[in-house]
Structure formats: C-alpha cells, structure tokens
C-alpha cells in the first residue's frame, strides 16, 4: 500500500506576527516558519499505519525554509521517499493552487491513502486536503483522529463535538485530513536526523504551473481589535487577588 | 628457646595433603579469576590506563586505606577490622610458609624464633581478636540492627535474594570458622605441648585453660581435626573468593586503580558507532561491568539517593546488583531494558551524583544510568513532556519553548544597557543561562546580578539572543546529538568573541562549560558568580555597605558542591555579608540534591512519589531553629525550593533566596 | 447569479448546533449588504421540523435516507447540484468537522471561490476573518462569483438566527445517492465523565500553562474553593492529563458558565469555540498578546503559580467568615 503524507509550513505562533508595510501581508523579518502541527500528526500517522500494516511512505512538501528539516526528521522516523516541490519562492500562494499542483505530482504517485492535517492556521481559502481529494477525484473525510486499513478500505474515526466519534468506512484512494494521530508525533534524536541528512535523499521536483483562482484577494490584514480587549489587572500578586475577590461578588459567585 | 615446630602432632599424608589441596586452590581461585575477567572483557573498550602514578596513590588510601568506608564511624572500624585483621593473619600464615618451605628448606635456617617469635604470635592473636570484634559488629548490623540498605528490596531481587543473603552469610560464616579453628588449633597446641612463652599468645593460652579436663590424646586428636577443619575452611574460602561476595577483596582495589580520573563533571563519551547508548549488557564498557561485579551490596548508595528517598522506582543500589545478577544469566532469556532494568528507574535519577560520591569501591552508578538513557532516547522511549522539551531545545535553544528574542527580555528595565559581548570586547562573559533568563520567578533576580556586577565596576557583557542552552543536562538526559548541536551553536558565536574568562549563574552551565567544553576547543576560564565575588571580596574590590543580620543556611547546589568542589566560596560570601550560617545535616558533599537534575525538572513527576525531594529539603532547613531564610546559588533550586515551600505548607516559615539577593541588598 | 445567502445547516443526531444559528444571523448581515434573501438549507431524513425555529426566509429542503447523518459523499454530492442549479451570491458552512468537510471539495468541485474561518461581516459585507491561532484578522473582498464560505463563531450570537416564526419549506429533489465512498459505520459516546461541565456555572480551565499534570491540582483547589469544576483545553487533554470529558472547545464541550477562568490559556479559537459565550471570562495569562484577552472581561498577567494559591487561600478564609 503506498501511502504519502503532505506537509506545509507556516508561521511559527511562538515570535511576534507583524503585518507588513502593504497592511495585506505578514512582515517576514522576524517570521520563522514550522510545519503545520497537524501535519506533523499527519505524518506521525502515517509512520502508525507503515509500521502496522508494512506500507510504503512518503512525504511531500513544498520548498521553504525548514522543509530539508522536516523531510530528514521524516525518513529518520521511518519515511521511504521524500519529495521537496522546487517552485519560485516569491509566487503568491494559495491552498487552491498548492492542491492543483500537488494533485499533478501525486497521480503519478499512484497513492492509496493521502494524509494531510485537517487545517493550518493560516488557511485562508479552506484547507489543502479536501481541494487535493476533489482534484484526484477521490473521497475526504477530516477531523480524523485515528485510521485502520481493513480490507482494502479504511476505517476512520471522525471527531465530533463533546467527544462523540463517528466510525465512517471510506473507499480507497482516499484522502484523509488528520486532526491528532493515534500517538503524539515521537521525538527522533539529532544524532538519527543527522544520520538521515547522509544517507536519505531528497527528490526535488518542479511544482507544476500555479493557478491561484478559488482564493480570495485579501484587502487588509490587522491585529483583533482592543475595543474588544479584557480590563487587564495590574499589581502585585495581593492586589490581584483582592480585585478578582471583589469580581467574584459583584458577579454572585461568592 | 621460643619457637614452633611447624606440623607438629600433623602426620606426614596430612602435611601432603595440604600442600596438594593448597595447589588445588590455587588453581581453581586462578580459574574463577581467569572466568570473571574473560566476562569484563566482553564488554566495550574503554581507555583507562593513564595517569598511573595518581592511581596507585589512590589505591593506597581508598582501597587499603579505605577512606570513605571510614565515613561511616561503625562501618569503618568493623570493616577495618576485619581487613587488617585478615591481612595480618594471611601475612602470618605466609611467614611461616616462607620460614618452613623456603628458608628452612633451602638456605637452613627459620627466622620465627625468639623475639621474632614472641612478637609474631602475640600480634597474629592481638589481631584475631580484632577480627572477632569486626566480626560480631558484622554481625550484630547485619541480623540484629537491620538498616534498610542492607536489605535486597526489589520484587525481582527477591527471587535472587536468597543467594544474595546466603553470599553475605557465607562470607562471615566462613571468617568467623577459620578465626576461631585456629584459636582453638593454637589452644589444643599449648594444652598439650605447654611452651614456657604461651603467654605471650593469650587467647591461645587462656583456650588451652579450658582443655585440661580432656588430656592428652584426646587433646592431640582433636587438634589435628581442628587444624584439618581450619585448613579445609581455609582452602574453601580461598578457592570460593572468585565465585562469592569475597570477590571484593580483588575487584575493589581494581575499581579504585580504573576509575575515571576525569573531573566529576565530566561524562563518559558517547560511542562513535552504530551502536548509541546500551542497549544489552555487552554494549557496557569492561570499566563498567567491574564496577557492577566490585559492587558489595552495602548500600551506602541507595541512602544517599534523593531519587529512592522520594519513593520513586529508583535504588542505585539494586540496580548495580540487578545488573551483575544479568551479567551471569546466561538462561532465563532476560532483556536488559525491561526485565532487568526498567526505564522508570532511568528516569528517576536527578544525576546529583551522591551515590557516586558515598560509594566506597568507586562504582560510577550515574555513568551506566545515562549510557542506558541514551539508548532509550535513540529509541524515542521518553515522556511526552521530555519529548516536547528537547524538540524546544533543539529548535528554540531553551527549555521553555520560547523565541530566542524573549532571552533578554530581563535586560529590558535596567537602565545602563549591558555590553553585547559579541560586539565588544570584554573582561567576562556573562553565561546567564535558560532558568535566570527565561523563567519568570528568575529575572528579577537576575536583575538583580547584573546591578551586581555594574556595582562591583565588571567590565562584562552577554550574548543577547544569540546564547543557547549549553546542554549540561541535554547530555545527562542522554541525548548526545542535540547536545553536540548546542555545543557547536554556542562555541561558533563564543569562538567570535574576545574575553578573558566566562562567569556563569547557573551551576549546571558552569559544570558543561568547564569541564566538557574544552574538549570542543574552549579554553578560557570559567568562573560561577560566586568564585568570582568571592575573588572580588578577598581582593576588597566589592563594597559591602550593610551588614545583614539574618540567621541562614546554604544549599549546595549538585553541580556547583559535588560535582565540582565550590563548596566554601559562597559560604565566604555569606559570612562576608555579615549572616549567621548554621548548617544542615546533610551539607557540603552529602548536601540532598532538590531534584531538576538530569532532565527530571523536563519530565513529568512519577506517581510513586511520595515526598518531592525539595519538600524533603525545605523541611530540613525549616527545621532548623532560629534559621529565617534558605539561601541557594542555582536558580533551578530556587524555583523547586520556592514551589516546594508552597507544597509543603511552610510559607512564611523559610524564605529562599538566591545569594545574589543578599549581595544586593547589601550592597 | 442571485443575491441570495445560502446556510448549510448543521446538525447532528437530531439537534441543530448553535452555529447553525450563528451562520443565520451571519447571513443576515451579509444578505443586508447584498440584498438577498436567507435561505437555509438543510439535508437530512424527516428532520424537516429542525428548520421550525430557523431565522431564515426559506428552507430548502432535501430528504433522503443517505442523509440521516451527515457523510462527507452524500452532502457534497446534494450541494453539488443543488448550488450549481441556484446560483446564491454566497454559501455558508460551519468551520467545524461537518462544514469543512463538504466546503473545500464543493469548491474545487464546482470551481468557485472559497474563504475560510470567516468570523463576520463588515457593513459593506466584506468577510473578515481570523487566522493565526486567532492572532491575526484579515478582510477580503467577496469575489464576484457565488462564494463559500466556511463560518467560525464570534462574531455573532445563537440567538440572533433563532425565531419564533417557522419559515417556509420547500422541498428539493435529492440526486441519486447510491455508491457513496464515504459511509458511517457507527458513534461512539464519549467516555462518561464523572462531572457535565456544560452545566456547572463556575468553571477553572487549565491550558498549556499549567506545565505538567501535578500543577492542575491547584487548579483543582482553587475550582473547589469556588465551588466549581476543572476543566481543559486540548493541549492538556491530549497530553492525557485530564480526561476527555474534561475538554473545552471545538472537538469538545461547549460551555457558557458564569465564569470562566482560563488558567494559562493562549486562546486559539478551536478554544474559544467552546467558551466564548461565558458570561465572565477572566484570564490569567503571562503573555500579555495571547488572544484570549480579547474575548476575555478580565484579565491579568500575573503568574498564575503565583495567584492561584493566593487566590485560594483568601477564598477560603472570606468562605470561612
């Protein structure tokens, strides 16, 4: 079974965003980028299903900084074949457009089950899964925390509100849009990644011709609005306290 | 003429067979030796052959002057005992030896006559009595007593405990048989040949008293069979030391002459194969199994372990034994990780080092732990908390998760701007660490350290976002990888620098950064902030303009005590600052580690845990009358200490502070 | 192309959920600037009285078995036709494990443009929507094509796309729906917990600044000196330090209790999803841009290691007196 996780990489939440001098866009100065968390999920889930069910892997992502990172870290988990799409790295992009080109690379991958995380947070014109699927011609299914192939098919246990889980049975190829992997994504030490930098290859592929139309044009990006913000509290810890105290009642809770 | 005729009243085929059954000994000791040596070598290389003059010295004083066996009064003096009275009885069987085989044999004449004589046999019963005395404190400790250590305590050991206990046994029962057949062997002697100078052998004399009633041949008769017993007993206990506890009387000199002569702080290297970290017994060093085999089950380790105090799965003691056990087991099919050794016990060491410090025979318990721990991690069998750390400290450089910009965000409310040492030159680099960066509880008192220094005129500076975790604690968690990449970002932005000497906060950087880094090319010294106030006080270079009365006690952090020696410099400063120190019990190198060691303040706190060792050492000092404030110099101490008081109910019983605290304030 | 909003209503297991009412009051707002009508559109099999209590001008509705609970196949291949076949100006979905599942294939499907996490409208009907973890807004303009549009809350309330008037239903053919690739096995509940956050009035949720599993006990000891319960957010669930049925937000419960203190929470919407109707939210968070202060009442930066015991003991002793 050949199963191919996709990875992007976004905006790392933990620096400071800043909307840059067209107020359309994020500064990239200080921007660091990271792989989409439910990606990472997504590719902890697929190593699960490889190390289960003996099938091959593969891992897809675009040119960016940290990409030859989160491919190497890949393969040293497990990973079989790492493609890196090579693209201009100033193109305007959306999810819209990254599908239409992956789903090019991928039908000659000839892949059962696609896995991707269900959303990044910077999704803006939907997330990249479900765009994939219709561009394959194959069925989605997202917010799926844990998968089994049974007979030629998969079983996928979707999420719902307040903890219900729906089992739905899904017809192979399919693409799938992770929300938590079965396990948490494990840690692979630098001495195993720096071994996969040796010995792994990257194939690098051109990423097909870009066609941004199903996006949205963005007219400006700002930070929430502080008419909105909390009465933040100042002081010491005792004069913190002793303001919540008076809250407590004025709302009935004491 | 005072003298002893050698074989007397033993017949000609007993005077044979011994000779015979002595070479049978020998050769059957040789055998048990040749085998458990033929087993250390199974294991990996290790280079442990240099700096040979220190190592004999150490031989002198820790083996056969057994200096930290003496730590302990009792044990000291019983084992001691035991020692030198067997010593000297071995030696008076082998002069006698030499005085009957060699030099009578061969050059005619005996030497054991006369003032030899009476002096030789006085002092060989003066010193079996010493062995007796040993002995019965064996004894008495081991079956009457019962201190905790001396008990096997895990469920597995339990299945072994009873070889285990019948070794102990052996080995006094064994002594105590060859001491009193001789008595009773020299007795029988004087009952019945009645030598004018039997006095001077007065147990021997005052024994033969009590055969009168039997006379004669059946004095004789019973003499030869107690000198056939001695002799058998003898031989036996020889024969068996290879294959028993007696083991120890070779191994632990051994041990002591191949421990590491590397500083403290320093960790065994990672091997540059294949293989990462142990992954079955063969994996071990040789070093490493004699330390498991030279191990006498005494336990001194496992009451100086904060980890097994606390209640968590962690002894050092039956770990050492669970795994010489396995280095003989040969059948049942047992893996080392997780039927020997289970990764919970790993886990729990907070590498304080305490048990490597009390251990009299030098076992380097910690070196074997973080040599498992490697394995693990390569394997990825690590919390989920541990996990999620490591990947922070691999893509942010600290242990918090946070952007590399937030590291000087304590610098931003001090109004004379801080030298960035990449870009000037300065006189101390100022190593401030991920803890008194980053963590909110800290930066205050970090603050608090740079007025410090601005007060004292330092011309010092820091590496602004560009410093990174130094990975002490990286590489006791047994990820060497990540390490090495710490190491490297941080010599490249250092190796740019001009400085003199580098000053630390941290104990833990201090630790790494002077005693691993230089094996990565960097050779500046490395102060603690203490030392280096302490130069500055000695050299009346820091203005102490009010005297603190407060009543304290000191903490010595693992790193700074222990690991590398400080132990009176921060005391200095103390007493400087006008305080009144009084200290704990357990201080100075037997000072109770507070537990974030070795990657334990990363991971998630295991259930077992019955009293946090902070909680355990806030209560040491809170009960110590008259003492206000609990005063560390390692801001993970702090932090534990600090929720630790909060955990255990003592605020506004003990305050903790950080030395720095006090140096400014009086200042 | 008419200048109708269309509402995908979400259900599930025979109850509307509350965004599906949100999405209403949305379309309101966008259909004021469009100058359509408000059309919900609801799939399922005899569920049509799910639509009684609808602020919609119409109900399209389309019954069919396959439709009784909702499979990705069988609503894409329903919305399929029926979108292409009336042209709205716009669709709504709910950004949730339902709408997202249809939206983005329906736009690729039927090659019309998709905007996502939109959490309101502006006065000229420009989406604006939250990205970022909930750090940044964006305002885009709506294309001139029928555009879907998948809806997170925020930005409008329940009960504004709730009335007592039942709108009009029309009945839709529902296309052939046999070979669907996606087909529901079964549910599964829930473990049940030991407490139904959802309605206890005073709840203490811990995020991911609690640290590790032992800190939630002062978490524990200050919900009990109020009289509350604990609850989580995924962070904490995930790490399998609170159960499940402890969860707060959008893979979990949805609460609306009197207060609500968030313990070292950043505030990322999936969160917010679950608590944004409390009645007081106070916030305790060390990082003075995390997002939960901006639907927080209260707020402050203070430690929470270091308040959360105080604010405990002084509880006590004001319950003692």
């Not at chain 2, 580098?502 to 490395?526: F, S």
């Not at chain 3, 309330?157 to 009335?163: A, L, N, R």
């Not at chain 3, 995020?207 to 109020?226: P, T």
């Amino acid at each position: 079974m050949n199963v191919v996780a996709l990875f992007k990489l976004v905006p790392d939440l933990v620096e400071e965003l800043e909307i840059d001098q067209s107020g359309t866009a994020l500064n990239t100065d200080f921007l660091r980028l990271i792989i989409n968390e439910l990606d990472d999920h997504a590719i902890e889930q697929a190593i699960l299903l490889k190390e289960r069910s003996g099938a091959r892997m593969t891992v897809i992502g675009s040119d960016a900084e940290g990409a030859d990172d989160v491919l190497y870290t890949a393969v040293a988990k497990g990973a079989d074949q790492l493609i890196k799409l090579m693209g201009d790295p100033n193109a305007v992009i959306n999810n819209h457009a990254m599908a239409r080109a992956t789903a090019i690379v991928l039908k000659e991958l000839q892949p059962d089950l696609i896995l991707t995380g269900v959303q990044a947070h910077n999704d803006l014109d939907g997330s990249i899964g479900p765009l994939v699927a219709e561009y394959l011609g194959m069925p989605y299914v997202g917010y799926v925390s844990g998968v089994n192939v049974q007979n030629g098919r998969i079983v996928v246990r979707k999420e719902y509100p307040g903890g219900l889980i729906a089992e739905m049975e899904v017809d192979l190829p399919a693409v799938v849009g992770i929300q938590s992997a079965e396990q948490p994504p494990r840690y692979v030490t630098v001495n195993k990644v720096r071994q996969a930098m040796k010995t792994a290859a990257i194939e690098e592929r051109p990423l097909p011709a870009l066609d941004v139309s199903g996006g949205a044009a963005i007219r400006r990006m700002f930070k929430p609005e502080s008419a909105t913000r909390a009465k933040m509290i100042e002081g010491s810890t005792e004069e913190v306290t002793a303001r919540l105290l008076d809250i407590f009642k004025e709302i009935g809770a004491l | 003429m005072p003298f002893r005729e050698t074989f007397w009243n033993i017949p000609h085929w007993a005077e044979i067979g011994q000779y015979i059954l002595g070479l049978l000994t020998i050769l059957v000791f040789a055998y048990g030796v040749f085998r458990r040596v033929k087993r250390w070598r199974m294991g990996q290389p290790e280079k442990r052959f240099d700096q040979i003059g220190k190592r004999l010295w150490s031989v002198l004083v820790d083996a056969f002057g057994q200096a930290r066996t003496a730590q302990d009064a009792y044990a000291g003096i019983m084992h001691l005992t035991i020692f030198w009275g067997m010593v000297a009885l071995f030696i008076g069987t082998a002069l006698a030896t030499v005085d009957w085989d060699v030099t009578h044999l061969f050059f005619g004449f005996q030497f054991l006559i006369n003032g030899a004589y009476i002096l030789y046999e006085l002092i060989l019963d003066i010193f079996g009595v010493l062995l007796l005395v040993g002995l019965g404190m064996a004894v008495y400790r081991r079956y009457f007593i019962r201190p905790p250590r001396l008990q096997p305590a895990t469920a597995w050991q339990n299945a072994l405990a009873q070889n285990v206990d019948r070794d102990d046994a052996y080995a006094l029962v064994m002594l105590t048989l060859i001491t009193l057949s001789g008595y009773f062997v020299e007795g029988l002697r004087i009952a019945v040949s009645k030598p004018e100078w039997s006095p001077w052998s007065p147990v021997g004399n005052a024994l033969a008293s009590w055969f009168i009633v039997t006379g004669d041949p059946t004095n004789r008769t019973l003499h030869l069979t107690l000198w056939t017993i001695h002799i058998l007993v003898a031989f036996i206990l020889i024969a068996s030391i290879p294959f028993t506890k007696l083991f120890h009387i070779l191994a632990a000199p051994l041990n002591i002459f191949f421990r590491s002569m590397q500083p403290a702080g320093t960790l065994i290297p990672a091997r540059n194969d294949d293989q990462v970290g142990v992954k079955e017994w063969r994996d071990f060093t040789w070093k490493q199994l004699l330390d498991f085999e030279a191990c006498v089950r005494c336990g001194r380790c496992q009451d100086a372990c904060p980890a097994f105090a606390s209640g968590a799965s962690l002894s050092p003691r039956n770990f050492i034994i669970s795994l010489k056990t396995h280095l003989w087991d040969t059948s049942s099919g047992h893996r080392l990780h997780g039927d020997v050794i289970s990764s919970k016990e790993l886990w729990a060491c907070t590498s304080c080092r305490a048990c490597v410090q009390v251990c009299p025979i030098f076992v380097d318990h910690l070196a074997s732990i973080v040599d498992m721990r490697r394995y693990l991690v390569n394997e990825g069998e690590i919390d989920a908390l541990l996990q999620k750390t490591l990947a922070n400290l691999g893509r942010y450089g600290n242990s918090f998760g946070q952007s590399e910009r937030l590291r000087v965000k304590w610098t931003q409310p001090i109004q004379a701007v801080i030298k960035d040492a990449r870009k000037e030159a300065v006189e101390y680099l100022w190593f401030v660490g991920d803890y008194a960066s980053y963590h909110v509880m800290f930066s205050d008192i970090t603050r608090k350290t740079a007025q410090v220094f601005q007060k004292a005129d330092l011309d010092f500076g820091i590496l602004y976002d560009a410093e990174r975790n130094t990975g002490n604690d990286v590489r006791r968690v047994g990820e060497e990888g990540l390490y090495e990449s710490l190491v490297e970002k941080n010599a490249a932005v250092m190796s740019k620098c001009k400085y003199n000497t580098i000053v630390t906060t941290d104990p833990h950087t201090y630790n790494t950064l002077k005693n691993e880094y230089p094996a990565n090319g960097n050779n500046h010294p490395v102060l603690h902030y203490t030392e280096l106030l302490d130069q500055l006080i000695a050299a009346g270079k820091l203005q102490i303009n009010k005297k603190l009365n407060y009543k304290v006690t000191y903490h010595d952090p693992c790193y700074l005590g222990r690991y590398n020696g400080i132990y009176d410099a921060p005391r200095r400063i103390i007493r400087a600052l006008g305080c009144e120190l009084t200290e704990m019990p357990r201080h100075g190198d037997r000072a109770f580690c507070c537990g974030a060691g070795g990657g334990k303040i990363w991971m998630e706190e295991q259930p077992e845990v019955k009293e946090r060792p902070a909680e355990s050492r806030v209560r040491e000092a809170a009960g110590i009358p008259g003492v206000s404030t609990l005063v560390t110099t390692c801001p993970k101490d702090l932090v534990m200490f600090c929720d630790a008081v909060k955990t255990a109910g003592l605020e506004g019983k003990i305050l903790v502070k950080d030395l720095i605290e006090l140096v400014d304030e009086a200042m | 192309m008419n200048q109708d909003i269309y509402v995908v209503i979400e259900h599930l297991r025979g109850k509307t959920a509350d965004i599906s009412y949100l999405m209403l009051a949305g379309a309101r707002a966008l259909a004021q600037a469009t100058g359509g009508e408000v059309i919900a559109v609801l799939l399922g099999h005899n569920a049509q009285s799910l639509a009684n209590n609808m602020a919609a001008d119409k109900v399209l509705y389309v019954e069919h078995p396959a439709l009784a609970e909702f499979t990705s196949d069988a609503y894409q291949r329903t919305l399929a036709g029926l979108i292409a076949g009336k042209e709205p100006r716009a669709v709504l979905f709910a950004s949730s494990s339902i709408g997202t599942d249809a939206a983005s294939v329906l736009s690729a499907r039927l090659k019309l443009p998709l905007i996502s996490s939109c959490q309101s409208f502006s006065a000229d009907g420009r989406p604006i929507c939250q990205i970022c973890g909930g750090k940044i807004m964006a305002e885009s303009d709506l294309p001139d094509t029928t555009t879907l549009l998948t809806m997170t809350p925020g930005g409008y309330k329940p009960e504004e796309g709730q009335s007592g008037k039942a709108p009009d239903v029309i009945k839709v053919e529902a296309p052939s729906l046999d070979n669907l690739r996606v087909t529901l096995k079964q549910y599964i509940e829930p473990e049940a917990g030991d407490v139904d956050i959802s309605k206890e009035p005073i709840i203490v949720s811990v995020g991911r600044g609690i640290q590790n599993q032992d800190n939630i006990e002062i978490a524990e000891e200050l919900a009990r000196a109020l009289g509350g319960v604990v609850a989580a957010s995924r962070p904490v669930v995930d790490q399998g330090w609170m159960s499940t049925s402890r969860l707060v937000g959008k893979s979990g419960k949805k609460v609306k209790p009197k207060i609500y203190l968030a313990l070292g929470i950043s505030g990322a919407p999936e969160h917010v999803e679950g608590m944004g109707e409390s009645e007081v939210i106070i916030a305790i968070n060390t990082d003075t841009n995390a997002p939960i202060f901006n639907v927080a009442k209260y707020g402050t930066t203070v430690d929470l290691f270091d308040l959360v015991p105080a604010l405990t003991e002084k509880l006590r002793e004001v319950k003692k007196v």
